[in-house]
C-alpha cells in the first residue's frame, strides 16, 4: 500500500512539531549571538547534533522495531535500564517539565505585573497546559490530523512572519566571536546541539513515527522504513530551515543586545523591538505551540513504551499518571529542572549518538556480538565520569586518567574511546570466531 502525499506532509509535519520545542527555541538564536563572526561552523557543528543525528535515530529505531529491540543487541540488561532512564528523563524526570516551563518564563514571567505572584501563574498556566495536552495525548490516532492540519502550520506561520520582520525591520550588527566560539566553534556546536535532547527523543519518537504510518496501513517493515526516511528528511529540512532562522537573528543581534543566560532574552529583545509590548503575546504563542506539540510526543511514547512493559496498566492511566507527575516536576522552577539538565544529557548523549551509528552499521556488524557491548560499555564509563565531573562531582583517579583523553575537555573524550572500543570488539569477535 502506497501513502499519499497529503499524508505523508502530515506524517513529516507531526515529526517536525514532535522535535521542535523549548530547547530548539532558545538555543539557535543564543548561538548565534555568541558565535558572532564565527556562527557558519558552529551552525554546522549545532545542526549535526540537532538535525542529522535525530533524523538517523528515527529511521534506525524504525528499523529496529522500538528502542528496546535496538538495545537488546548491547544486552537484555541494558536494554532495560537504558530505555527506561531515555524514557524517564527525556519525559516525566526532565523533558516534559521543561517544555511547559520554559513558554512560561521565558514568554510569560518578564510580562506580568510588578509585583505579581509568578508561583500562583505558574501553576495555572501549567494546568491548563497540562490538561490541553492530557487530552490531546489520549488518543494517539488523532494526533497526525490535530498536528498537522493546525499546530504546526499555525507555529511555522508564525515562526516565519517573526523572521521576515526582523529583515526588514530589525537591528543588526555582528561582533566577533565570545571566547567559548573562538577557537573551536564547530566542537562548541556540536556540543550545544546536545541541549535540544532532539536525539533522545529520536529514540522515542521513531516507535511514534512507525506506529502512525501503521495506522494510514503501511504494514510491511519495509514501507515503514521506507516512508520513515522520507519524514524524517522532510522534518529535518524544515528544521534546519528554522534554525538558520533563528541562528541568523541571534547572529545579526550579537553586537545589539548584551549577551543574557539563555536564547529566550535574545528573542524578547528583537520581538519587542519590532512589534514592542503587544508582540509578548506572539512570542508566547510560539513558545506555547512549540512546547505543547513535543510535550504531546512524549507522553504519547512514553505512555505506549510503559503499556507494553505492564499491561495491566492502560494507557489512558499511563497518561494520568505521566501528566500528573509532570505537573509536579515542572512547578519545581526552571532553574532546578536545567541544573539537572546538563550533567544526565552529558552521560546519555554519547551513548545514544553510538548506539544509533551502530545500529545504522548492523549490517556489518550485527554478526560479531562483543561490538555493542564493548564498545557501548567504554563510551558509557567516559561519559558518566565526565557528566559527574561538570556537575562537580570528584573522581579522583578516574577523572584524572581519562583528561588525558584527546578532546576530553570539550566533552569528547568518548569519541577516541569508542573507535578504539570498536576495533577491540571486532578483534574479540574474530578471535572467537
Known amino acids: 500500500m502506497k501513502l499519499s502525499k497529503r499524508n505523508m506532509l502530515l506524517i513529516s509535519f507531526m515529526l517536525f512539531s514532535l522535535f521542535f520545542g523549548a530547547g530548539n527555541l532558545i538555543f539557535p538564536p543564543f548561538l548565534g549571538q555568541n558565535a558572532g563572526t564565527k556562527t557558519a561552523p558552529a551552525l554546522i557543528?549545532?545542526?549535526?547534533?540537532?538535525?542529522?543525528l535525530p533524523v538517523l535515530g528515527v529511521i534506525v529505531v524504525s528499523k529496529f522495531d522500538g528502542l528496546d529491540q535496538l538495545a537488546n543487541q548491547v544486552g537484555k540488561r541494558f536494554s532495560l535500564v537504558f530505555t527506561i532512564l531515555i524514557y524517564l528523563s527525556i519525559g516525566p524526570g526532565l523533558g516534559i517539565p521543561r517544555a511547559a516551563s520554559v513558554p512560561f518564563e521565558m514568554a510569560v514571567a518578564p510580562y506580568l505585573p510588578e509585583g505579581a505572584n509568578q508561583q500562583l501563574f505558574m501553576l495555572i498556566y501549567s494546568l491548563v497546559f497540562f490538561l490541553t495536552a492530557c487530552w490531546l495525548a489520549m488518543t494517539p490516532n488523532k494526533l497526525v490530523?490535530?498536528?498537522?492540519?493546525?499546530?504546526?502550520?499555525s507555529l511555522l506561520i508564525l515562526l516565519v512572519f517573526l523572521f521576515v520582520s526582523f529583515l526588514f525591520r530589525g537591528e543588526a550588527n555582528i561582533t566577533a566571536a565570545q571566547p567559548a566560539y573562538e577557537d573551536s566553534p564547530f566542537m562548541k556546536g556540536f556540543c550545544e546541539g546536545y541541549q535540544t535532547m532532539d536525539t533522545i527523543a529520536a529514540l522515542n519518537f521513531g516507535l511514534v513515527i512507525a506506529v502512525t504510518l501503521r495506522s494510514f496501513g503501511i504494514e510491511q517493515k519495509e514501507g515503514v522504513?521506507?516512508?520513515?526516511?522520507?519524514a524524517g528528511i522532510f522534518a529535518g529540512t524544515i528544521l534546519a530551515g528554522v534554525y538558520l532562522m533563528l541562528t541568523y537573528m541571534g547572529m545579526a543581534s550579537s553586537g545589539v543586545y548584551p549577551i543574557m543566560g539563555n536564547g529566550a532574552w535574545t528573542l524578547r529583545c528583537i520581538?519587542?523591538?519590532?512589534?514592542?509590548?503587544?508582540?509578548?503575546?506572539?512570542?508566547?504563542?510560539?513558545?506555547?505551540?512549540?512546547?505543547?506539540?513535543?510535550?504531546?510526543?512524549l507522553i504519547t511514547s512514553i505512555s505506549q513504551f510503559f503499556t507494553g512493559l505492564f499491561p495491566k496498566v492502560s494507557y489512558r492511566m499511563l497518561v494520568l499518571i505521566i501528566t500528573g507527575?509532570?505537573?509536579?516536576?515542572?512547578?519545581?522552577?526552571?532553574?532546578?529542572?536545567?541544573?539537572i539538565s546538563v550533567p544526565v544529557l552529558n552521560a546519555i548523549y554519547p551513548i545514544s549518538i553510538v548506539l544509533i551509528l551502530?545500529?545504522?552499521?548492523?549490517?556489518w556488524l550485527g554478526n560479531n556480538r562483543y561490538i555493542y557491548p564493548v564498545t557501548i560499555t567504554g563510551v558509557g564509563v567516559v561519559?558518566?565520569?565526565?557528566a559527574l565531573e561538570s556537575a562537580k562531582i570528584p573522581m579522583g583517579f578516574l577523572g584524572g586518567a581519562v583528561s588525558y583523553l584527546p578532546f576530553y575537555e570539550l566533552g569528547f573524550g568518548w569519541v577516541s574511546v569508542a573507535l578504539v572500543t570498536l576495533v577491540l570488539g571486532?578483534?574479540?569477535?574474530?578471535?572467537?570466531?
Do not use: E
Not at 45 to 52: C, D, H, R
Not at 147 to 153: A, F, K, V, Y
Not at 426 to 433: F, N, P, Y
Open 45 to 52: 557543528g549545532f545542526l549535526a547534533t540537532a538535525v542529522i
Open 145 to 153: 490530523n490535530r498536528i498537522g492540519h493546525i499546530l504546526t502550520p
Open 225 to 230: 522504513v521506507r516512508y520513515t526516511v522520507k
Open 271 to 297: 520581538v519587542k523591538q519590532i512589534f514592542g509590548q503587544p508582540g509578548a503575546i506572539l512570542l508566547a504563542t510560539i513558545f506555547t505551540l512549540a512546547c505543547l506539540t513535543t510535550c504531546v510526543g
Open 325 to 339: 507527575f509532570s505537573f509536579v516536576i515542572c512547578n519545581q522552577g526552571l532553574n532546578t529542572i536545567l541544573s
Open 358 to 363: 551502530l545500529g545504522l552499521s548492523h549490517r
Open 383 to 386: 561519559s558518566v565520569i565526565h
Open 426 to 433: 571486532w578483534l574479540l569477535g574474530r578471535i572467537k570466531k
